[in-house]
């Protein structure tokens, strides 16, 4: 009988070894052998606020642009917004990555090669 999987998928990791090196430590407390991270939780977050922090950034920047010398907020405040929510945005999507990597995984199925 041949295998079904698409040509480079492997067998799902489970999630006590979903980490890059693995468990580093010995189990030390309370919670449940079959503990899980959220990563559904951690995607829809990303997903939602990615956008969100991109749109922001964007606003601030052509607020900042727009503002005059006796604005307030003065353009240094709006420029410094527009810088945090350009770094939270590459957070978002630094974590979008990892968590679809991971749950990519999870689940047993190839990567997308380059």
């Not at 090196?21 to 829809?44: D, H, N, Y």
Request: proline share 10%.
């Amino acid at each position: 009988m041949s295998d079904r999987r698409p040509h480079g998928a492997t067998d799902p990791v489970p999630r006590a070894r979903s980490g890059v090196i693995g468990r580093r430590f010995p189990r030390t407390g309370t919670e449940p052998v079959t503990a899980q991270s959220p990563l559904g939780l951690r995607l829809l977050l990303s997903a939602v606020f990615l956008p969100l922090f991109v749109a922001g950034a964007a606003y601030f920047a052509v607020w900042a642009a727009d503002s005059g010398a006796r604005d307030t907020p003065s353009r240094g405040a709006l420029v410094v917004f527009a810088i945090v929510c350009a770094a939270l945005a590459l957070l978002a999507a630094a974590d979008l990555m990892v968590v679809l990597r991971r749950l990519r995984r999870e689940r047993g199925t190839p990567s997308p090669s380059p």
